[in-house]
């Protein structure tokens, strides 16, 4: 059974810094894609960033680009979102997610797998 959970979150002001951690285990993961997805109050669930298992490649929402970077470190099986520069409307509960394959997806039906979240609260 895959397990993932996110850490990391917590109360930051305008212009900090927070990195997630996602620590995955249950299985086998060198041909899974791992995600990052957030969730606002009264909003829907939205894509934030996408890293590979395998290889080095990721991918990025808008919102995220330039901010954000998700990493990975295999020899703990854990997946890392840094992020910078936050704003208030980062706030958000923020995902973990893994699916079979190698393709990023945005969408989050496609994600197998998720974790049970972790807030992040961004104060002006």
């Known amino acids: 059974q895959v397990q993932l959970i996110e850490s990391g979150g917590g109360l930051v002001q305008t212009g900090g810094s927070l990195r997630l951690s996602c620590a995955a285990s249950?299985?086998?993961?060198?041909?899974?894609?791992m995600g990052w997805f957030r969730q606002a109050p009264g909003k829907e669930r939205e894509f934030v960033a996408t890293i590979r298992w395998s290889g080095p490649s990721t991918y990025y929402a808008d919102s995220a680009k330039g901010r954000f970077t998700i990493s990975r470190d295999n020899t703990k099986n854990t997946v890392y979102l840094q992020m910078n520069s936050l704003k208030p409307e980062d706030t958000a509960v923020y995902y973990c997610?893994?699916?079979?394959?190698?393709?990023?997806?945005?969408?989050?039906?496609?994600?197998?797998?998720w974790g049970q979240g972790t807030h992040v609260t961004v104060s002006s």
């Open positions: 249950g299985r086998t993961f060198s041909n899974y894609a």
């Open positions: 997610a893994a699916k079979t394959g190698s393709s990023a997806a945005t969408t989050g039906a496609l994600w197998d797998y």
